[in-house]
């Protein structure tokens, strides 16, 4: 399985959690988008642990199956649609979260995370 990690899902592998440690080490491919690694490091730098945690967020980066995901053209594309998709529904979502839907539908990824936010596009696939 290919995933892409929400912010919350990797505060919980990091933290240890036993269902997230299990999911992401079984995942064949790992996606870490632009819009969560600028969250993670704005909280690291908000936090008291900024250089603890952004060791270790250089060593899971590090790992040969994790990749960052950056947004192109195509990304851009597939945010006016989810973006116009959301309004329609009556349903706006935050913005970043907008960036991870579009990427995980963009590369057909299956989006790893706790928002309840996604609930609204039933067209990812998400665990």
């Known amino acids: 399985m290919k995933l892409l990690l929400d912010t919350n899902r990797y505060i919980d592998f990091w933290n240890g959690d036993p269902l997230a440690v299990s ?23 908000h936090g008291t642990r900024e250089r603890e945690n952004e060791k270790g967020l250089q060593i899971f980066l590090s790992k040969t199956t994790v ?3 950056w947004a192109d053209e195509a990304t851009t594309l597939m945010y006016a649609t989810i973006f116009a998709q959301l309004r329609r529904q009556g349903t706006p979502i935050p913005t970043n979260n907008i ?4 990427l995980a539908l963009q590369h057909g990824l299956t989006l790893y995370a706790r928002d309840s936010h996604f609930n609204h596009l039933p067209q990812l696939m998400r665990i």
Do not use: K
């Open 67 to 69: 990749s960052i995901l």
């Open 23 to 45: 999911v992401i080490t079984s995942a064949d491919a790992i996606f870490l988008p632009f819009v969560v690694l600028a969250e993670l490091r704005g909280g690291f730098r």
């Open 99 to 102: 960036w991870i839907a579009s």
